[in-house]
């Protein structure tokens, strides 16, 4: 992977990620953040206790793919995992919410979705 695209990968930053719609078929994309805790590439989201489509598309299929749009502008294909276990949870979610000014971890634990992204490379 270039170097400038590897740094950029490894900030946080607001980014589209794109996922297959678990029924239609079709690419689904929204806008998220993309949190960088150490080495890892982790997108969460605030607490809700419904379980967000996205998380649900990932589900059915972990092939996504990253839009970087702020600096560098690219397209990262990426495979997403799921992160369920408490153990692992708990750091990236008390990562994700010291940047977000958030002292909620406990209800982050139960209700944020949490995974983690694996760059492709071509």
């Known amino acids: ?28 994309r929204i806008e998220i953040y993309l949190h960088a805790v150490d080495d890892r590439l982790v997108i969460t989201g605030m607490p809700r206790p419904a379980k967000r489509a996205w998380l649900r598309n990932v589900e059915a299929d972990p092939h996504v ?7 560098v502008v690219a397209d990262v294909p990426a495979v997403a995992r799921v992160v369920t276990e408490p153990a692992e949870r708990r750091p990236l979610l008390e990562a994700a919410a010291r940047h977000w000014g958030r002292d909620d971890v406990d209800v982050m634990m139960e209700q944020s979705p949490l995974i983690e992204l694996t760059v492709v490379d071509n």
């Open 1 to 28: 992977m270039d170097a400038t695209l590897s740094t950029a990968l490894h900030r946080s930053q607001v980014i589209d990620l794109t996922t297959t719609g678990r029924r239609s078929g079709e690419a689904r």
């Open 65 to 71: 793919t990253l839009h970087l749009k702020d600096g």
